[in-house]
């Protein structure tokens, strides 16, 4: 009995000495993710948690390279955000932003106001270049002077960052949105085949995505990739293991690799589903590689991991949720407060990883309340533990009186 006793003391004493040590290490060592105001995490990752800061400072002139973008709703204000490697916050120049991949480039652009000019910051050194209008410096006959405007939602950028795949748009009476590859050097601007800007090859071709009719299930996808030197075009059908689960949407959120060698399809789901299929196609011969489910889906752009595919996700708060065989997970969220939304990370900050939360533990409960998950346990282990030893002790309080209570053995 009495051995029994001891080892439920053990087995308590030992969960109270493990939940302490987890709650002291964790608050020593900072071993849980950084914070939006926090420093104490290295510079070759990203912040695996975005505090609540708001207002944000406006981005300063050399911020250095970023990790990512999003949106603060802000009660429908609607404020674009830079964040830093470190978990910083800064408010960014009015316009839609894209990063180039080492995060060293801003690209903005107003996708609301005709004429807008574009401008492309290095974050690093500080200066400016303004593209006052994309139809100047084309020899295309289709882009007259003043006749067209970007449409930066779906920028892509090539690996070294020298030119940027587009949609620029003619005058809104028209309507019409076609693809093109703006030369960030020259301001040359060079039509490709129309479809959706998804990126380029590993030849450094521009790729771009269409549906041969839109609005028909089933129908065959091509991914076409065009060399802007030379004009000659390469088409490759992309074959699907199974049939698309609804209508085709002509303007998909697609992405290319950063090796060049597959293209990335976001399948959203239909009506108010928020759900949807990644699914990624090889460049070389069109068969579907592996497709891969996520919820919550935003509706912005995509990224990558290497070959995994990072997709933004919002349910009660923003996340960037890495696709890898092991099923989805969350790579940073934002705090619930911000109201955010499109938290595109650019692919050299995933490429660094993540900061890892407590025990290697990325899910968003912990991710957000860890330090109180941690204290709370080791309050109640405390609490129990004492609870027991005062049961235990008032027991053998009881055990002692009641042994002692008899009468005294007579003398013979």
Same mark, same amino acid.
């Given at each position: 009995?009495?051995?029994?006793?001891?080892?439920?003391?053990?087995?308590?004493?030992?969960?109270?000495?493990?939940?302490?040590?987890?709650?002291?290490?964790? +608050?020593?060592?900072?071993?849980?993710?950084?914070?939006?105001?926090?420093?104490?995490?290295?510079?070759?990752?990203?912040?695996?948690?975005?505090?609540?800061?708001?207002?944000?400072?406006?981005?300063?002139?050399?911020?250095?390279?970023?990790?990512?973008?999003?949106?603060? /709703?802000?009660?429908? /204000?609607?404020?674009?955000?830079?964040?830093?490697?470190?978990?910083?916050?800064? !408010?960014?120049?009015?316009?839609?932003?894209?990063?180039?991949?080492?995060?060293?480039?801003?690209?903005?652009?107003?996708?609301?106001?005709?004429?807008?000019?574009?401008?492309?910051?290095?974050?690093?050194?500080?200066?400016?270049?303004?593209?006052?209008?994309l139809g100047t410096s084309t020899d295309r006959t289709e882009l007259?002077?003043?006749?067209?405007?970007?449409?930066?939602?779906? #920028?892509?950028?090539?690996?070294?960052?020298?030119?940027?795949?587009?949609?620029?748009?003619?005058?809104?009476?028209?309507?019409?949105?076609?693809?093109?590859? +703006?030369?960030?050097?020259?301001? #040359?601007?060079?039509?490709?085949?129309?479809?959706?800007?998804?990126?380029?090859?590993?030849?450094?071709?521009?790729?771009?995505?269409?549906?041969?009719?839109?609005?028909?299930?089933?129908?065959?996808?091509?991914?076409?990739?065009?060399?802007?030197?030379?004009?000659?075009?390469?088409?490759?059908?992309?074959?699907?293991?199974?049939?698309?689960?609804?209508?085709?949407?002509?303007?998909?959120?697609?992405?290319?690799?950063?090796?060049?060698?597959?293209?990335?399809?976001?399948?959203?789901?239909?009506?108010?589903?928020?759900?949807?299929?990644?699914?990624?196609?090889?460049?070389?011969?069109?068969?579907?590689?592996?497709?891969?489910?996520?919820?919550?889906?935003?509706?912005?752009?995509?990224?990558?991991?290497?070959?995994?595919?990072?997709?933004?996700?919002?349910? /009660?708060?923003?996340?960037?949720?890495?696709?890898?065989?092991?099923?989805?997970?969350? +790579?940073?969220?934002?705090?619930?407060?911000?109201?955010?939304?499109?938290?595109?990370?650019?692919?050299?900050?995933?490429?660094?990883?993540?900061?890892?939360?407590?025990?290697?533990?990325r899910d968003a409960l912990w991710t957000w309340y860890w330090r109180?998950?941690?204290?709370?346990?080791?309050?109640?282990?405390?609490?129990? !533990?004492?609870?027991?030893? +005062?049961?235990?002790?008032?027991?053998?309080?009881?055990?002692?009186?009641?042994s002692g209570g008899g009468a005294a053995p007579v003398a013979g």
């Open positions: 009995m009495r051995s029994g006793r001891w080892t439920r003391v053990a087995v308590l004493g030992a969960a109270l000495a493990v939940a302490t040590v987890l709650q002291a290490v964790g +608050l020593v060592t900072g071993a849980g993710p950084s914070t939006a105001t926090s420093t104490a995490t290295s510079a070759d990752g990203y912040p695996q948690r975005i505090g609540f800061a708001r207002p944000a400072p406006p981005l300063p002139d050399r911020p250095g390279a970023l990790a990512g973008t999003f949106y603060d /709703n802000d009660f429908g /204000n609607r404020r674009a955000l830079a964040l830093g490697p470190r978990g910083q916050l800064w !408010a960014l120049p009015p316009g839609v932003p894209s990063l180039s991949p080492d995060g060293r480039w801003l690209l903005t652009a107003s996708s609301t106001v005709p004429g807008e000019p574009l401008e492309l910051h290095d974050l690093v050194t500080g200066t400016r270049k303004v593209f006052p209008d007259r002077r003043g006749a067209y405007q970007l449409v930066p939602r779906a #920028a892509r950028w090539s690996g070294d960052a020298r030119s940027v795949l587009v949609l620029v748009a003619q005058r809104p009476r028209l309507g019409q949105e076609h693809a093109a590859v +703006l030369d960030l050097g020259t301001g #040359a601007v060079t039509r490709v085949p129309d479809g959706t800007p998804a990126g380029f090859d590993a030849a450094g071709r521009a790729v771009t995505v269409r549906v041969a009719r839109a609005g028909r299930p089933g129908e065959a996808w091509t991914a076409t990739a065009t060399d802007v030197v030379t004009g000659a075009v390469q088409r490759r059908v992309l074959r699907p293991r199974g049939p698309w689960a609804g209508a085709a949407d002509p303007r998909p959120h697609a992405g290319v690799s950063p090796d060049g060698a597959t293209v990335a399809l976001v399948e959203a789901g239909l009506g108010d589903t928020p759900d949807a299929t990644v699914r990624r196609f090889s460049l070389e011969d069109g068969h579907e590689l592996d497709p891969r489910a996520v919820a919550d889906f935003d509706h912005c752009e995509p990224s990558w991991s290497g070959e995994d595919p990072v997709v933004p996700t919002r349910s /009660n708060t923003a996340h960037s949720v890495l696709l890898d065989t092991d099923g989805p997970r969350s +790579l940073v969220a934002v705090h619930h407060r911000m109201q955010s939304f499109c938290l595109v990370l650019v692919v050299d900050a995933l490429a660094a990883g993540p900061h890892e939360s407590f025990l290697g533990t109180e998950l941690l204290l709370a346990l080791t309050v109640g282990a405390t609490a129990l !533990a004492l609870a027991t030893l +005062l049961l235990l002790r008032r027991r053998r309080r009881r055990s002692g009186s009641g």
